[in-house]
């Protein structure tokens, strides 16, 4: 089954500077990875996603890139503020709703003002 | 309001005490999913549901039962709770027939001792 690996699990920034989480997997035939974000006490919450067909999506400060011949995907966030502090998770999935959706460790992002 | 519902939110119960935890969403989606959370693992699919009468297992769904009668309802059942399912547990929805920008629940936090 498919097997995602996510790093670092810790992340500093000063504010203002980027972040990037990097997550590899291990089936070549996903297609579906999105980034969730989970404040402390909360729930997860979908903050961008991509499917193979492309290789980068933003979203304001927030961009995902995909590089299906080396298997990995990464999240990149400019500009970083102290809200950006939270923790991510990336997962992949197959292109039928009919299997898993398989999610990285996360990584505890912290934005220094 | 759109919404993922979930209850109880908080549950202390003993071995072998047959649990329910309800999930029920208001927009006519499709997709429904659980997963529990615990430290240092992320989020682990337990089982999902493409459709009314549809359930397939997740990654972990040893110890769990399911059940999709309706379309807004994805009840999550533990027969016999033992301590290792002491977890954080998320319910989420999709509106498309797979684990697509999915909305999660607020969570259920159950101890079982």
């Known amino acids: 089954g498919e097997n995602v690996e996510q790093h670092p699990s810790t992340l500093s920034v000063q504010e203002g500077d980027s972040a990037v989480i990097k997550c590899t997997y291990s089936?070549?035939?996903?297609?579906?990875f999105p980034w969730y974000k989970q404040e402390l006490g909360k729930r997860p919450q979908l903050i961008i996603d991509i499917r193979s067909n492309v290789g980068e999506k933003k979203d304001q400060r927030i961009a995902v890139t995909l590089n299906k011949t080396a298997k990995h995907f990464s999240l990149h966030i400019t500009e970083t503020q102290p809200e950006d502090s939270a923790v991510y998770f990336c997962a992949a999935s197959r292109p039928s709703g009919n299997t898993p959706l398989v999610f990285g460790k996360g990584t505890r992002l912290s934005v220094i003002a | 309001e759109a919404q993922v519902t979930q209850n109880p939110r908080y549950l202390i119960t003993v071995t072998g005490k047959k649990l329910t935890v309800t999930c029920s969403q208001n927009m006519n989606h499709e997709y429904m999913s659980w997963y529990r959370q615990d430290p240092g693992l992320g989020l682990r699919q337990i089982y999902y549901s493409m459709n009314v009468e549809v359930t397939d297992k997740g990654d972990v769904p040893e110890g769990y039962k399911v059940s999709r009668k309706e379309k807004r309802n994805f009840p999550l059942i533990l027969e016999s709770p033992s301590p290792n399912q002491t977890s954080l547990y998320f319910c989420?929805?999709?509106?498309?027939?797979?684990?697509?920008?999915?909305?999660f629940g607020p969570g259920t936090r159950l101890t079982v001792t």
């Open positions: 089936d070549s035939a996903s297609n579906y």
């Open positions: 989420a929805s999709s509106p498309d027939r797979g684990p697509y920008e999915q909305y």
